[in-house]
């Protein structure tokens, strides 16, 4: 009788460990996600790629992860749930560069990635990807003018000049696929000596004046300052004059920072050389946006 007693009690705990295991099991996914991605054979720029996939064992309403990187860049990244099969979906625009890696995440497992690369135009055409590259340079402190176009005008290359200026590149209005890379990395701006307030920083040694409020570069222009026998005066000064319109010498729109010395649009801005008289000269279509954007007593630092 005693085994008896013996075996049940064995039988029973076998059967309520039974009943426990299956429960804590339930609906608990039984490998990583499968990953799958529905793109053109060559995704190109502004292509739509979805990424598709599902999760072994996963009950309804459970979680999964999509990353998207570029060139080791976060540029998505999607918690979502997953249907009553398990399965998911994830559309994305492709608007980086260069090298794609997608995956997808859940219950600490990763699926394997998917890979693939994106070019960029040798030559850019009026529409979304002319549009992109002007956002591009807006996104790294480049000013194009008032409105980003889907064309490839006069201020993308003002824009493109000034960024070719930063980056020690040949000084032209060329456009090149190397800069549209880098503009697409978020790479390429034009990085402040200093960081507090609203001020102008003048590099001579490039020929580049920045707009800053604080660590944000607001606006980067080409200019030119004083040729060897006319130099700029370098330093940190104050602005404390707006003279608007057209002067006697053929200054538009010129804010003075000591003396005589100014900033002002001027129909003669070589993208080579230094050739001005002392002043800092911006290009006239964009005069207009610099003098307003500056107020008197911002500090403007003037430097090699």
Known sequence: M??????AGVSILIVAAAAIVPVASAGAATGPPNLQLNAPKSPGLLDRVVANG????????ENVTV???ASGNTVEKKQLTVGGDG????PFMVD????YMVTASSGG????PQRFRVRVPRHLRKGAISHLYNQGLVDQGYYVGDHVSGKYNHGSQLATLAFRKVNNMARNYQYKPVIFQKLLQEKGGFQP????????????????????????????FHVSTGKSSTPTIRGTFHFYRKEPGTNSHGMYMSVYFIRGYATHGYPSVPMHEA????CVRNPIPFSNYIYNWINLGDAIHVYL
């Open 67 to 69: 990353q998207v990187q």
């Open 87 to 90: 399965k998911f979906s994830f």
């Open 193 to 220: 000596r200093h960081h507090s307030g609203h001020h102008v920083e003048v590099d001579i040694s490039r020929q580049v004046m920045a707009l800053i409020n604080g660590d944000d570069v607001v606006a980067t």
């Open 275 to 278: 050739a001005s008289h002392g």
């Open 54 to 61: 599902n999760v072994p064992g996963a009950a309804a309403g």
């Open 2 to 7: 005693p085994r008896v007693i013996r075996r």
């Open 96 to 99: 980086s560069c260069c090298n």
């Open 109 to 112: 497992q990763t699926s394997q």
